[in-house]
């Protein structure tokens, strides 16, 4: 990797901190209360090593497989979540290495989290719910929402609902998917005090490269950035 490249690096992930913070801001939210997490699947290990000397703190990955092998790498030098779709098969060996997993999208997955908390521990998840209705996109209906719910209440604290995520379209104009985004804060606001006994469904993963400042201003307290970092002009 060139110095060029790892600049590029370095520069853009300030820059996208930067507006996050500007977008909270406009938002009305305090410094700090949505984090950005870069999308590792875009980066080989040379861009890794980069990222760590950023200080970027937060990969998230979408194969289990690949989560394996950087972390066999990096370890702990970054916080580490799973945000692709998760196969029930992989969960083994998905749930000991991450912190939170994004991408929980049926009843028969949290079940199968549940027999893979780690002992005396739990699995911290966030549920994925499709706003936008695109038969393309992976998560359940907003109806379906209070069904993974009450799943992993079931689980006895094993599972642990932290909040939800949501893919929105791809658009150039990122005002075109507001709507997402405010609908997915809406959801979780209807929700948050008559779960709040069992989970306090604070965290709201959404927005990406094209949109994320959007996504924070609607409330994102996780914002996911894919191969924008790489660019020589930047996001």
Do not use: C
């Not at 703190?57 to 194969?63: A, K, P, T």
């Not at 549940?114 to 521990?121: I, L």
């Not at 709040?196 to 400042?213: I, R």
Request: proline share 3%; charged share 30%.
């Amino acid at each position: 990797m060139t110095a060029r490249t790892s600049a590029a690096i370095r520069d853009n992930l300030a820059r996208v901190r930067e507006e996050v913070e500007a977008a909270l801001e406009r938002g009305g939210r305090g410094p700090g209360e949505a984090r950005v997490l870069v999308a590792s699947k875009y980066y080989d290990v040379d861009q890794i090593s980069a990222l760590a000397e950023t200080g970027a703190d937060l990969l998230g990955e979408n194969r289990a497989d690949d989560l394996v092998r950087k972390q066999e790498i990096f370890g702990d030098r970054f916080e580490w979540h799973f945000i692709g779709h998760l196969q029930s098969r992989k969960a083994k060996t998905v749930v000991p290495r991450v912190s939170l997993i994004h991408s929980v999208d049926s009843i028969k997955l949290v079940e199968e989290l549940a027999k893979r908390a780690p002992e005396g521990g739990t699995v911290e998840i966030l549920v994925q719910v499709n706003v936008s209705g695109e038969e393309s996109k992976y998560g359940v209906a907003e109806g379906e929402v209070e069904a993974l719910l009450e799943a992993a209440a079931q689980t006895g604290g094993l599972v642990l609902a932290r909040g939800f995520m949501t893919l929105a379209p791809l658009v150039e104009d990122p005002e075109d998917v507001r709507y997402v985004f405010a609908k997915l804060r809406a959801i979780r606001d209807s929700l948050r005090q008559s779960w709040s006994p069992h989970f306090d469904l604070s965290e709201l993963s959404m927005g990406m490269s094209g949109d994320f400042a959007v996504a924070v201003e609607e409330g994102a307290t996780l914002v996911r950035i894919g191969r924008v970092l790489l660019e020589e002009d930047g996001p």
